[in-house]
């Protein structure tokens, strides 16, 4: 069982930073970032492998590369996913995602079967 809990949501305009966390408890290697706008299906936005053992293998969705950055602080169980250059498209519900079992490679969007409650991002014009 993993349990994640999100924070760091909230409103900025475009071009703006935001960053997001995640704390995760409960035995996993792969941690996620997902998002859910109004009206569309849920994304991944970046992975990350957290198992001790292995390398962080960060990974990203093309929408948000050079502009998103996922990193990992396994001492306090956390995971961040910093947000610049923030676009009105970036507006979502944010969600982390864990998968519960033992990874030693970048993580796919595939993988994550526990989710947390979510987080709000609105980028505005």
């Known amino acids: 069982q993993v349990q994640l809990v999100e924070s760091g949501g909230g409103s900025v305009q475009a071009g703006g930073s935001l960053r997001l966390s995640c704390v995760a408890s409960?035995?996993?290697?792969?941690v996620g970032w997902f998002r859910q706008a109004p009206g569309k299906e849920r994304e991944g936005v970046a992975t990350i492998n957290v198992n001790t053992r292995a390398a962080a293998w960060p990974y990203y969705a093309d929408s948000v590369k050079g502009r998103f950055t996922i990193s990992r602080d396994n001492a306090k169980r956390t995971i961040y996913l910093q947000m610049n250059s923030l676009k009105p498209e970036d507006t979502a519900m944010y969600y982390c995602?864990?998968?519960?079992?033992?990874?030693?490679?970048?993580?796919?969007?595939?993988?994550?079967?526990?989710w947390g409650q979510g987080t709000q991002v609105t980028v505005s014009a």
């Open positions: 409960g035995a996993a290697s792969c």
């Open positions: 995602a864990a998968d519960g079992g033992t990874w030693y490679r970048v993580c796919d969007f595939a993988r994550f079967g526990y």
